[in-house]
């Protein structure tokens, strides 16, 4: 019986999605959940691996059991052992679907949202959830430059070292930026991005915002294909995953 999961967690204390000998991460505590209540070993595959620090409200996944429970008991069995186990995860939603059905390989898009506190004084109730920039940012400013990346490029400029992707060349469909109060954010969308795009994509118009870069010059920075011209990384923790499209 194969099971998808919606999942919920604060990546703020963990390695990332994938397994390390360095830390927790994510599809280990829900492996070792699965393991605590069904005396069975399996791999937990997702949409999209994030790094350590990276929050997610919508990441999905998938895994296999001999186990045919109904969904909400595999959800509350879940969940109760990620409980014991004090981790920052938790399920959301339980389906269960076909052989065919692959977490990673059946998504068509995915969705991200970037947070930044745009204020003088910090939040302690936002800590390790935003980025906290201190100096004032000019959202028009940002979304004009966030134009030029709309559409079918090559990202290089924004690419992470270490992206084992075999190409450059992705589709973005959507790079929304909206302001609530002091509250800055970023709504990206794709069928997939390269490794560290959306945080390399969004340092870029934060220094447009600051009026370090003007926004033509998001334009010249994509097109020169090379991460040197681009801005900075925005920091892990104010990043997450917002859904997956199937």
Known sequence: MRYKITVEYDGTNLVGWQKQREGPSVQEFLEKAILGFSHQTTEVFCAGRTDAGVHALGQVAHFDLDTDLSEYKMQESINALLRELQAPVAVLK??????DFHARFSAKGRGYIYRILNRRGASPLLVNRVWHVTYPLDVEAMRQGAQY??????????????????????????????????????????????????????????????????????????????RKKAGISAPAYGLYLNKVMY
Request: hydrophobic fraction near 35%; glycine fraction near 10%.
């Open 94 to 99: 339980t389906e269960k679907v076909g052989p």
């Open 149 to 226: 990346l709309l559409g079918h490029h090559d990202f290089s400029s924004f690419r992470g070292s270490g992206c084992q992707a075999k190409s450059p060349l992705k589709t973005l469909d959507k790079l929304d930026i909206t302001q609530n109060g002091d509250e800055i954010i970023f709504t990206v969308e794709a069928r997939s991005f390269i490794y560290h795009q959306v945080r390399n994509m969004v340092g870029t118009l934060m220094q447009v915002g600051n009026g370090k870069l003007q926004p033509e010059d998001v334009k010249h920075i994509l097109e020169a294909c090379d």
